[in-house]
């Protein structure tokens, strides 16, 4: 990486990028220079072609990320934190990022941590690992995306429930309702979630940038406009040397070798 962060570690494992919250004595809660940090590495990993997916994680085995800074919180304006809100957030970095973004869960994941991994486009949890929006019991709600990603993945009713008790879940549970995709042994959750890293490191980054877009317009828009821009997505594949690779390698019987082109 061209920069140094104080509070993120960046590790390259070939084609996959893994990016940890390092707070672990504050629990990897969300401070302003770790958002800021997080959106930044973000921007430099857009632009490299070498990297194909993005995981988020925490530091240590006892939090992914237990929640928002609290301490920021204390003595702070409804205005001053409006404006901090409305900057480009770290939340809204990781759902428009270009390419695929998994969440590797190995702990608490709570308020702000629960609207990170929520934003991410894949959950992996360790069987270990707790969810929850539980901000209610500061006399607050969820700002980073909580009551709307949330929403859209359990239903209405599973949310209302999370965001009114404030209730954490258990990582089964998650998985359950559809919050988590998969959950794994503790001591398994790197190698599985790498496991489906590269797997999907493997396939074309153009065509994973654009099925990415079309999953996403599913919860965005109505039927009739994502059949529609689905079929201009499909078709705009057919530009891509990928695509002719794809088609190629399959009916030569071998395996693809997709450059991003």
Request: net charge negative; aromatic share 4%.
């Amino acid at each position: 990486m061209s920069q140094s962060y104080e509070t993120i570690l960046v590790e390259r494992r070939e084609r996959v990028a893994i990016i940890t919250i390092n707070r672990p004595e504050k629990r990897n809660a969300l401070n302003i220079q770790t958002r800021a940090e997080g959106a930044a590495v973000l921007d430099e990993l857009r632009d490299d072609d070498s990297v194909r997916v993005v995981v988020f994680t925490g530091a240590g085995d006892k939090a992914f990320i237990a929640g928002a800074d609290i301490a920021e919180f204390a003595g702070r304006s409804a205005l001053a934190q409006r404006a901090v809100m409305l900057e480009r957030g770290l939340f809204n970095a990781i759902d428009t990022f270009p390419k695929p973004v998994i969440a590797m869960v190995n702990g608490y994941c709570l308020g702000g941590g629960c609207e990170l991994a929520l934003a991410c486009d894949i959950r992996i949890a360790s069987d270990t690992a707790s969810f929850g929006q539980p901000e209610i019991n500061l006399g607050i709600i969820p700002g980073g995306g909580g009551t709307q990603r949330l929403t859209r993945l359990v239903g209405e009713g599973k949310a209302m429930e999370m965001i009114l008790t404030g209730e954490i879940i258990s990582a089964q549970e998650a998985f359950r309702l559809g919050l988590a995709n998969q959950v794994v042994p503790a001591d398994q959750l790197e190698t599985k979630t790498m496991e489906v890293a590269n797997r999907i490191a493997e396939k074309s980054p153009i065509a994973l940038r654009l099925a990415k877009e079309a999953v996403k317009l599913a919860s965005r828009s109505n039927l009739d406009e994502g059949l529609r821009r689905e079929v201009d997505i499909f078709a705009l594949c057919f530009s891509s040397e990928d695509k002719d690779e794809g088609v190629n390698a399959f009916l030569e019987k071998r395996k693809p070798e997709f450059r991003g082109k």
